[in-house]
């Protein structure tokens, strides 16, 4: 039997395993289950092609990589596109984290789509596994100097938090085994057993909460006085990840703990991370999170053992309200008089023409790619006398056109065929569930509302289905938990509608709803803040079982 990820954290903190061994290997097709373990730290899930299971078990790997901010410079988009068509499925899939995904990788291109990532200047390392993952930061060119001061410092603190194992370098760019008499025992920040779940982390600067930052297990609100960055106000203990018909977990949005200065960012992302690491339940992955050490201790705990660490006192809260979410698409003019221009993609699937116009406006123009916490992307400091050549590519290749803005504020999981937890459809349902929703919108008039919609194929949450006006959360194939009542700015969960509903009874289960919506709401009432006015939907909170709340 293979061992539990923390007897094996604990085996082995290099967390090299039998990797390069197993690489080196030309009939081998995949890699040991425990083996399988070190690679998600190495930012590699193995998968299995589940369309063609009865077949027999056909393995491929999933890469994700770490863009802190979602910022991809013109050559590294050039060399990922490329990796993808050569050793992948030809798309490159945006995640909810502002990284990118290669799908469909086989074991024999696994080291080269690898070495790629390394030449392009980007990394692999710690964008899976028991570490703080990528971290988040408000993508758009903002109309201040903050926005970037705040970019550097996503990147800063993702530099801080990273594990030092060489084990990713000896094996993806130098393809030796770890030098085992070389490495450290353990980590000086993540110790030997590194975490006991993953970690997430966020950045935000008010009234946009573009990154859903309430979410994350770690989160800074970017404090802006007079146009200067001062500090932040420290989130912590968000995470949406929950069982269906296990009531001890839930989604949960994080405690805003008070205000600190920015010279002492490090120090207070690298103490939560201790907290997580010291307090955090080893015992039961399934109660691992850092919010359950919120939920079960309280925020003035997690403040008293933050202040012990850090010798720092936090005061009271200086950030403004969230105020709107999400993406802003088409042109925008930034403060230093270049322009942006926001594109949707389609469940975060780059591909095809417009895979193809990205790759000849990276070449031709250089223009940075900027991805965005909900699966699109940006491209950032467009030159005045660039924006005609952009428009002429995007046309030429039919891409880049701005759907309606349901579809544009959707978001959809990859789910089947890769995930190896879907229960049911996600990312390939999404456009009929689209098409669905966009014809009981039109009966009633309402064919321009923005309503958030989001899918994923399990309860784990990936697409924040949580946090949307309108969530369907996989149960089985064809059926689905609804969600109702998430906001647009990231503040409220939604709560359970509907325990389970097949595909075919969604027009009869929403078209009353929407139907009232129309006839009910008040002027600019966004549906998601209607359905909690008129009660169809009581407030989730943490300690509401689930399945209760049906
Ligand atoms: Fe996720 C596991 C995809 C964001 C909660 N997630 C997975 C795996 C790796 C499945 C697995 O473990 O075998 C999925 C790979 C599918 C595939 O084929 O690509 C997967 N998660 C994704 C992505 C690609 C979804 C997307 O639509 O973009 C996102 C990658 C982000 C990144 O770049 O790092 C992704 N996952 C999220 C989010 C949203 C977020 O972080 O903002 C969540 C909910 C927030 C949270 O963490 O609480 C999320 N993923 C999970 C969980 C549940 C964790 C929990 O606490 O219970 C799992 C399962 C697990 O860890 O055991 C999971
Ligand atoms: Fe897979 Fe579930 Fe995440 Fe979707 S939500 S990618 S089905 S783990």
């Not at 802190?68 to 490159?92: D, M």
């Not at 269906?244 to 949960?252: D, E, K």
């Not at 103490?271 to 850092?290: E, P």
Request: neutral net charge; contains cysteine; proline residues 6%.
């Amino acid at each position: 039997m293979a061992l539990s990820p923390e007897a094996l954290k604990d085996r082995d903190p290099s967390l090299a395993g039998t990797i390069a061994q197993t690489l080196q290997d030309p009939a081998a097709d995949r890699f040991e289950e425990e083996d399988a373990v070190f690679l998600k730290f190495h930012g590699i899930y193995q998968q299995d092609d589940r369309d063609v299971r009865k077949t027999g078990k056909h393995w491929q790997f999933m890469v994700r990589t770490r863009q802190p901010g979602g910022i991809v410079p013109a050559p590294q988009f050039l060399a990922y596109a490329r990796l993808a068509r050569e050793y992948g499925n030809g798309t490159l899939r945006v995640t909810s984290r502002q990284a990118f995904q290669f799908h469909g990788v086989v074991k024999s291109g696994l080291a080269r789509t690898m070495r790629g990532i390394h030449d392009a200047l980007a990394t692999t390392l710690a964008a899976c596994g028991d570490v703080a993952r990528n971290v988040m930061a408000p993508p758009i060119p903002a109309e201040t100097s903050a926005a970037a001061e705040v970019r550097a410092d996503a990147q800063r603190l993702s530099d801080a938090l990273l594990p030092v194992t060489r084990a990713w370098h000896d094996i993806w760019v130098e393809g030796v085994p770890v030098k085992l008499g070389e490495e450290p025992k353990a980590d000086p920040l993540y110790g030997r057993t590194y975490l006991p779940r993953k970690f997430k982390t966020a950045f935000a600067i008010p009234p946009l909460n573009d990154t859903d930052l309430l979410t994350n297990c770690l989160g800074f609100i970017a404090v802006v006085e007079n146009g200067a960055l001062v500090g932040y106000d420290l989130a912590v203990g968000g995470g949406l990840g929950r069982s269906h018909g296990n009531v001890a977990t839930f989604p949960r949005l994080a405690d805003v703990l008070g205000f600190f200065e920015r010279e002492h960012l490090v120090a207070i992302g690298q103490a939560v991370l201790k907290i997580h690491r010291d307090w955090g339940d080893r015992t039961n992955r399934k109660h691992a999170r850092l919010k359950y050490v919120l939920e079960d201790r309280g925020a003035d705990w997690f403040r008293a053992e933050l202040e012990r660490l850090t010798g720092l006192t936090l005061q009271p809260r200086r950030a403004g309200e969230f105020t709107a979410g999400g993406d802003r698409f088409g042109w925008h003019r930034q403060a230093d008089g270049r322009w942006y221009l926001g594109l949707h993609v389609e469940a975060g699937r780059v591909r095809g023409a417009l895979l193809e116009a990205l790759e000849q406006i990276a070449s031709e123009l250089g223009v940075e790619v900027r991805l965005t916490a909900t699966q699109n992307v940006l491209l950032v400091d467009v030159d005045e006398d660039q924006r005609a050549r952009i428009e002429a590519i995007l046309a030429a290749r039919q891409a880049g056109r701005d759907p309606l803005p349901l579809r544009r504020s959707s978001m959809a999981c990859p789910a089947l065929p890769t995930c190896g937890l879907a229960l049911a459809e996600s990312e390939r349902w999404l456009p009929t569930l689209l098409d669905t929703l966009e014809g009981l919108l039109r009966e009633q008039g309402l064919d321009d509302d923005e309503i958030s919609v989001r899918v994923t194929g399990c309860p784990n949450g990936c697409a924040r289905p949580y946090m949307a006006e309108i969530g369907f959360v996989g149960k089985s194939p064809g059926r689905y938990q609804l969600w109702l009542g998430g906001d647009r700015r990231g503040t409220r969960l939604n709560s359970v509608y509907r325990e389970t509903i097949k595909t075919e009874e969604i027009p009869d289960v929403l078209r009353p709803v929407f139907a009232r919506y129309a006839q009910e709401r008040q002027p600019g009432e966004a549906f998601g803040d209607w359905t909690h006015r008129v009660g169809l939907v009581q407030p989730f909170t943490p300690t509401t079982p689930v399945a209760a709340a049906a």
